[in-house]
């Protein structure tokens, strides 16, 4: 089982393909590195990739503190840093998204572009706490199998619910989220009370490509299309009859698209 440590931290990472270019996945709140799986099948025919699981969930130290998205942020500087120093192409989703922008910003020469799905650069809305709050309680003291239904709702948009025949996919996802620890809780907290980085987007130089789900419910579209307006090199793209987990409900779109970018990035044009 390949780790290395980063801050005082044991992370566990898999690194698979080769090529010119480095892939970094950051996974989102709950789903660690296998929710990248489709996307590692695909690109290491092309680059070298590399997924790993944040600190506080997956296979990684569960450790009580530096789980705040600041800390987190500076463990993919510092992973990059050990495991592929000439900088790599970023991709982020939900809480990993969050993560891969304060990466762009504040470490410019690790990242040659960005891949950004359900992203937002605000903190969190005041609306929403309360309801966050009363799950983590929850959670926190009888595990997450009372709110699994509640995060199938979250991780996937009403027309992937909806569908009969997308039912095996829901049931995987579900039994992931079903085997989540209690401690899971803490990353949890450390995303919910995050606080807004709107003002440090206009520093990322990278490339940028925000795959958007139409049916995103915890991230509605006018929090992603405001950082793509922010981000001088950004451009985003609207998924139809798509939730949150872009990569997972649509992976062949997602694939072809980032694909696509990484492609432009390399040609110069970034697009």
């Given amino acids: 089982m390949p780790e290395i440590t980063i801050r005082g931290a044991r992370l566990y990472y898999e690194e698979t393909g080769t090529g010119p270019e480095t892939i970094l996945f950051i996974h989102g709140l709950m ?109 926190s003291v009888a595990g997450v199998g009372p709110v699994a239904p509640r995060m199938m709702q979250i991780l996937f948009g009403r027309s992937i619910l909806a569908d009969p025949a997308r039912a095996p996919l829901i049931a995987r996802w579900r039994a992931v989220v079903d085997d989540l620890p209690k401690s899971i809780v803490r990353a949890a907290a450390a995303s919910a009370w995050r606080k807004s980085v709107a003002g440090e987007l206009a520093a990322i130089t990278a490339p940028v490509l925000i795959m958007a789900g139409e049916e995103d419910k915890p991230v509605p579209l006018h929090h992603q299309q405001a950082v793509a307006a922010a981000i001088p090199q950004a451009q985003i793209e609207v998924v139809p009859l798509t ?29």
């Fill in 243 to 271: 939730g949150h987990a872009v990569m997972i409900e649509r992976p062949a779109l997602f694939n072809a698209r980032m694909a696509r970018f990484l492609d432009g990035v390399r040609a110069g044009a970034g697009i």
């Fill in 31 to 139: 789903l660690a590195n296998e929710s990248w799986e489709l996307q590692r099948g695909h690109f290491e025919k092309t680059h070298r990739v590399i997924t790993y699981d944040l600190r506080g969930q997956g296979r990684s130290e569960h450790t009580r503190g530096g789980l705040g998205l600041d800390s987190l942020a500076e463990d993919a500087a510092e992973l990059l840093r050990a495991l592929a120093p000439e900088g790599a192409h970023v991709a982020g989703f939900s809480m990993g998204a969050f993560i891969a922008l304060r990466l762009g910003a504040r470490h410019p020469a690790l990242v040659r572009s960005l891949t950004l799905i359900g992203v937002s650069a605000d903190a969190e809305s005041w609306g929403k706490m309360p309801s966050y709050a009363a799950m983590i309680a929850l959670v």
